[in-house]
C-alpha cells in the first residue's frame, strides 16, 4: 500500500512561541472534525479529519490561542469548546453537530460571536476543561491558580494547590464532580468542584497527557517516560502500568468502548493498548 497517499497533515502556520501539545487540539465526538489552536492570527480553526481540509477559520481573541477543550457532546453532536490564549482570557463557543461548525454559519472565516467570556487570569492560560453536566469551566494560566468559572462567566472560586505545585499544565473533569490538575514537575492534585483539595500526588515522570474513564473513577497518565499508567482517583493509588514504550507520549484517546487506548508517541508511532476497567475494578473490590 502506498501509506503517503493517505497521509494528511495540516501545514498552516502556529505561531513560533507554542509548543504543540495535547492542549493544542480537540476531535468532535463523530471524530470527522479537528479543531486546532495555536495560530499566529489568534484564529483557530476547523479540519476535516478525512481530506484535511480547512473547514472554518475563528477570531475572538487578542492574542494567540493556546489550549482548547470541549464538553461532552449532546444528541446531534452539539457541543460547547472552550478557548483559552495568551492575552488570559477565555471564551465558550457552541459547535454546532449539524452544520459542523462553531455557531450557524459554516463559512470558512468567521467573525461568530462567543457564548461567554471569562475572566479573571492574568497570564497566559495554559490548560482548560469544560463540563458541560456541571455547567462549570476550569483553568489554568502560566504562573497562578486554577479557576472555575460557571459557564456563564462569573467566577466561582480558586483551586488552592499546595506549595509545590505551580504552572498546572493538564486539566481533567469528571461529572462526577472531580477535577484532577496536573502542574509541572510531576505533581497531580484532586479537588472537588467546591475548591477541597482531596488529593496530592507526586509522580517520577514528566507528564504529557491525561484522560479520565467516562465515570470519573480511574485516570489514565502518560509522559516522557513512554509509560501508561491507570490509577485509582479516589485515593490516587497506581493500579496498573503497562510495558513502556521506547518514545514519550504526547497525546492520549480512549476508544468509545474505553476498552482501547491510543496514544501519540514523540516518535510520530501510534501505540494501541488494551484496556479493561472492569478487571481492575473487580480485582481491586476483592483485594482491598
Not at 494528511?8 to 501539545?21: E, F, G, T, V, Y
Not at 497562578?144 to 493538564?170: F, I, K
Not at 484532577?180 to 488529593?199: Q, T
Request: proline share 2%; hydrophobic share 35%.
Amino acid at each position: 500500500i502506498n501509506v503517503g497517499s493517505h497521509r494528511r497533515q495540516i501545514s498552516d502556520l502556529l505561531d513560533q512561541s507554542i509548543q504543540i501539545s495535547s492542549q493544542c487540539f480537540i476531535i468532535t465526538a463523530d471524530n470527522r472534525f479537528i479543531l486546532l489552536c495555536g495560530f499566529w492570527d489568534k484564529s483557530f480553526r476547523v479540519y476535516s479529519t478525512d481530506t484535511g481540509k480547512l473547514t472554518q477559520i475563528v477570531f475572538g481573541h487578542r492574542d494567540v490561542v493556546t489550549c482548547l477543550a470541549r464538553s461532552e457532546s449532546y444528541i446531534g453532536g452539539d457541543c460547547y469548546v472552550l478557548t483559552g490564549s495568551r492575552d488570559a482570557t477565555l471564551l465558550l463557543w457552541y459547535w454546532n453537530g449539524k452544520h459542523s461548525s462553531i455557531g450557524e454559519s459554516p463559512g470558512s472565516e468567521c467573525f461568530t460571536t462567543p457564548r461567554a467570556i471569562l475572566t479573571g487570569h492574568d497570564c497566559e492560560v495554559t490548560s482548560v476543561s469544560v463540563c458541560a453536566e456541571l455547567g462549570l469551566v476550569i483553568s489554568g494560566c502560566k504562573e497562578g491558580p486554577c479557576l472555575v468559572h460557571s459557564m456563564n462567566g462569573d467566577l466561582l472560586r480558586t483551586l488552592e494547590a499546595p506549595e509545590s505545585c505551580l504552572r498546572p499544565r493538564l486539566i481533567q473533569s469528571s461529572t462526577e464532580g472531580h477535577c484532577m490538575i496536573y502542574y509541572d514537575k510531576g505533581h497531580f492534585c484532586l479537588f472537588s468542584v467546591n475548591g477541597k483539595l482531596l488529593r496530592h500526588m507526586e509522580v517520577q515522570d514528566n507528564i504529557k497527557a491525561m484522560l479520565l474513564s467516562r465515570d470519573g473513577q480511574y485516570l489514565l497518565t502518560g509522559g516522557d517516560g513512554g509509560v501508561v499508567s491507570v490509577w485509582q482517583v479516589s485515593d490516587l493509588k497506581q493500579l496498573f502500568t503497562f510495558p513502556g514504550c521506547d518514545a514519550g507520549i504526547r497525546s492520549m484517546a480512549m476508544s468509545h468502548d474505553q476498552r482501547c487506548i491510543i496514544t501519540g508517541m514523540a516518535s510520530g508511532s501510534i501505540v494501541l493498548f488494551y484496556n479493561d476497567f472492569n478487571r481492575w475494578h473487580h480485582e481491586y473490590q476483592t483485594r482491598y
